[in-house]
């Protein structure tokens, strides 16, 4: 088919891209409208195979697809216009890259006859995103010769491969000329076309059958009598359920801020009783073995920065190196596949197994004394409360901030959960919508906790409330502002500290829930949340819906510094 007509022509490129990346298991598409995307806008429309969500706001949609990505462990594919549009997706970019998460930006632009020359609404879009995306690609203006042709197929390959082999986004520049908009009869055609072919198998990407650990560090593992197991956050698609089999093998204390299956093994209230420097000599092991990410919790930071063990070997998710403790890991490039056990012999590690359920022990009767001698509604007693309901069939989505640190402090056994967080940069900014592309991408209901200022600065997620077909129950942790920077020294600067770093906010956010038609319940009091029953709640209030708990910072800052100032 190379005898069209012009305008025919960006639209069956694009049409042809589609087809390819479908072909290598991409299922999910977000547009955010515009004109000179059209191409790929009506392409995607016009393929029935393709999930298509339409969002406004390019940031808000980078994040959706972000959570997709996460949930499914492949790319969904963004679409924008040229301009500022494709700047917005910038800080998706940057989380995706820093947790390993596939995506696939197919950015429009100005042809190259109109850049650098004033014309409306062309920046430079050539690499914009820098060193972030694991790939990049300026596509060309759309040409149907037919090496043009096999180039625009294997470049379908090498985004979909490449953004999972890689983990991480994949950048892809598509110039067009006007005119922009396809013939009607042109488009049906190619509709009917898309309509009569079988959808193609899901060309997972696999791993590798199985990652076989060295010799040196086998040898490490037969050797040690204090062996420490620590699982930082994880790229989609790692397999922890064999870190959790190692930890069994090893009779190894194993450490997690990322889901596993939770059994002896699994050591519960580390960010409690790590605080303690005289229980961190206690418990120096004599070998680390890290998977995942840089550890994020800061008692675990500050223990793997004293422990130095001369042997700690990083399992890394991937090519990047992690050590921000600088303790001098051995990087091991891990890339999530499932480990080789059947080598490793079993051992009798009893005595210190026993040490870290003994201080584990101690810490839960430590919060939960902590917990009963509180009588204000603190951050603390929404975790305390709330998770506990949470059906087992649930995601769990954490916003940064205080609520990634207070999930590890309050959740109790939170880690049994499919637990997100965005812990590639830490950022609050497109909270919501990644929850709510984890409830896209998922198909399962899920809770969302949050706090204020994430929920209001990505408020325009809002806008896609119809997207959510499962229950997602967004909890609002308002506490009146940033309260983490109370945990900072620059909480002494009394005159600077409210307005320029804690920035409390006043907005109604029932009010706010409403404008968006999404039901809101406003919890103020103790009393009111142990009366509450999230399980009734979802099933009176299908889709997406907002609790509000007004906490008293103050109290949830006196607590915490409770729990942290742990002495066994």
Request: aromatic share 8%; proline share 7%; net charge neutral.
């Amino acid at each position: 088919m190379t005898d069209l007509a012009a305008q025919n022509i960006p639209f069956y490129w694009a049409s042809i891209f589609f087809r390819n990346l479908l072909k290598d298991g991409v299922r999910h598409v977000i547009i955010s409208p515009g004109s000179r995307s059209t191409p790929l806008t009506m392409a995607a429309a016009a393929h029935p195979r393709l999930q298509k969500q339409v969002i406004l706001d390019e940031r808000s949609a980078a994040f959706t697809a972000l959570g997709i990505g996460k949930a499914t462990g492949r790319p969904a594919v963004l679409v924008s216009t040229s301009g500022t549009a494709t700047a917005n997706y910038f800080p998706a970019v940057i989380e995706a890259r820093q947790s390993g998460v596939p995506m696939i930006l197919a950015t429009a632009d100005r042809p190259p006859h109109l850049r650098s020359t004033g014309a409306n609404q062309a920046i430079d879009q050539l690499k914009l995103f820098g060193d972030y995306p694991v790939f990049f690609h300026e596509v060309g203006e759309p040409v149907l010769g037919e090496d043009d042709l096999k180039r625009l197929g294997m470049l379908s390959r090498q985004a979909a491969g490449l953004a999972r082999q890689k983990r991480g986004p994949v950048h892809l520049n598509f110039p067009f000329r006007k005119p922009l908009e396809p013939e009607p009869g042109f488009v049906k055609k190619i509709k009917d076309e898309n309509s009569d072919d079988p959808l193609p198998g899901s060309n997972k990407f696999q791993q590798e059958e199985s990652f076989r650990i060295p010799d040196e560090i086998q040898q490490a593992m037969g050797s040690a009598e204090r062996p420490l197991i620590v699982v930082g956050p994880t790229a989609p698609g790692d397999d922890t359920e064999s870190i959790a089999q190692l930890a069994k093998k090893l009779n190894s204390p194993l450490l997690t801020e990322s889901t596993l299956p939770d059994d002896q093994h699994v050591i519960h209230g580390f960010t409690v009783f790590l605080r303690n420097e005289q229980i961190r000599r206690q418990l120096q092991p004599d070998l680390l073995l890290r998977f995942g990410f840089q550890s994020t919790d800061k008692s675990l930071e500050k223990a793997l920065g004293d422990w130095q063990t001369g042997r700690h070997y990083h399992f890394a998710s991937t090519p990047d190196w992690h050590d921000a403790t600088f303790s001098e890991s051995r990087h091991i490039p891990w890339g999530g596949r499932p480990l080789s056990l059947d080598r490793l012999p079993g051992s009798d590690r009893d005595l210190w197994l026993r040490e870290w359920k003994r201080q584990e022990l101690f810490a839960e009767e430590h919060l939960q004394a902590a917990m009963n001698g509180s009588e204000a509604l603190t951050d603390g007693h929404i975790y305390h409360h709330l998770l506990p309901q949470c059906p087992d069939d649930h995601f769990l989505a954490v916003s940064n901030s205080f609520p990634a640190r207070d999930i590890q402090l309050f959740g109790g056994r939170v880690t049994r959960r499919p637990l997100f967080l965005n812990r590639g940069a830490s950022g609050i900014d497109g909270v919501t919508s990644t929850a709510m592309g984890l409830s896209v991408g998922l198909n399962r209901p899920g809770v969302l906790i949050t706090g204020d200022l994430a929920f209001l600065h990505d408020a325009n997620a809002l806008l896609n409330r119809r997207m959510i077909s499962r229950n997602l129950a967004v909890i609002v942790i308002n506490n009146a502002g940033g309260s983490i920077f109370r945990m900072l020294p620059i909480e002494q600067h009394k005159q600077y500290f409210e307005n320029y770093f804690e920035t409390p906010q006043s907005a109604d956010i029932h009010r706010l829930a409403a404008s968006f038609d999404i039901p809101c319940h406003r919890i103020q009091t103790l009393e009111e949340i142990r009366r509450f029953d999230l399980g009734q709640w979802q099933k009176q209030h299908r889709g997406l819906s907002v609790m509000e708990c007004r906490t008293d910072a103050e109290a949830s800052m006196e607590l915490r510094r409770t729990c942290w100032n742990y002495s066994p």
